[in-house]
């Protein structure tokens, strides 16, 4: 499991563990609108252009951690 998280881009998983922790207690209505900014400013990180374009030439990501 650790070598599967290692291999994840650091900026999204630094977002993801904080947005878990800010909306883990809240009702799901509360907890929506965050989630979907989050989502958003997760697709402006220049990891997630990379991660696309990793998957598009089919070849592992090279993560910058933005």
């Known amino acids: ?3 599967t998280l290692a291999a994840r881009s ?3 998983l630094r ?3 904080q947005t878990f922790y800010q909306t883990g207690d809240l009702p799901v209505e509360a907890a929506l609108p965050m989630l979907s900014d989050r ?3 997760n697709t402006m990180f220049e990891d997630a252009a990379e ?3 990793a998957f598009v030439q089919k070849r592992p990501p090279k993560w910058k951690g933005r």
Request: charged content about 5%.
């Open 51 to 53: 991660g696309v374009m």
């Open 1 to 3: 499991m650790a070598g």
């Open 10 to 12: 650091p900026s999204v």
């Open 39 to 41: 989502f958003m400013l």
């Open 15 to 17: 977002l993801g563990r």
